[in-house]
């Protein structure tokens, strides 16, 4: 059992965190299927790149998982708009085999921390595909509530598919 309060950290993600490993996740249908990456050839370049927009960005950062130093996946939180108070957030475990035991949950808590207590936004939104059920799952446990459906938003290996809106606001009683 991994101790995720002592050793899950997230960091700003810079270019020296490029490995094989992530090249490798970022093109693993099993890894990205659920999300838009799935249509993506990533290579070290195209990560390179989408670090340094994210880094220089003023409405979006991106924050690398770290387990015990190890990079594991990604937490994306975008469209900050400092009008409304408001973000969007998106994440991804990269190393499949780390799935299902409670970092997701821990993750989203993490980077709630961030959003709530250092950006100081006061409502989060998250989109999630109709059978993503883990990702539903750490949402839901987090207390997002579903506010939305957008209706056959994406097409999902021959269907279309809807996408559930997820929010949270800041302090919100469930
Ligand atoms: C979605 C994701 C972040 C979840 O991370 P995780 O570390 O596995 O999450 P956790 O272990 O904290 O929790 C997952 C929960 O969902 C449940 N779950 C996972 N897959 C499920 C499924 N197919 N059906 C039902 N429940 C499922 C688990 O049992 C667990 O519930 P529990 O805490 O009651 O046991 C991870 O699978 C991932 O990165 N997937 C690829 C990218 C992705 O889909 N990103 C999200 C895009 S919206």
Do not use: P
Request: hydrophobic share 35%; net charge positive.
């Amino acid at each position: 059992m991994i101790d995720l309060e002592n050793n899950l950290k997230l960091k700003i993600l810079v270019k020296e965190n490029i490995t094989r490993c992530y090249i490798d996740w970022m093109n693993d249908y099993e890894v990205t299927k659920f999300t838009e990456q799935r249509f993506e050839k990533h290579t070290k370049e195209s990560i390179e790149r989408f670090i340094a927009e994210k880094y220089e960005s003023n409405t979006d950062e991106l924050h690398g998982i770290f387990i015990n130093n190890r990079h594991i996946g990604n937490v994306l939180i975008s469209s900050i708009d400092y009008n409304n108070l408001s973000c969007n957030l998106s994440y991804l475990i990269g190393d499949k085999f780390l799935w299902g035991q409670g970092i997701g949950t821990c993750v989203i808590s993490e980077a709630l921390n961030i959003i709530f207590n250092k950006l100081r936004l006061i409502k989060v939104s998250a989109g999630c595909y109709e059978n993503n059920h883990g990702s539903i799952k750490i949402l839901q446990k987090n207390n997002f509530l579903k506010e939305g459906i957008r209706k056959n938003q994406v097409n999902f290996e021959g269907k279309r598919i809807d996408v559930f809106i997820f929010g949270l606001l800041k302090g919100a009683k469930i």
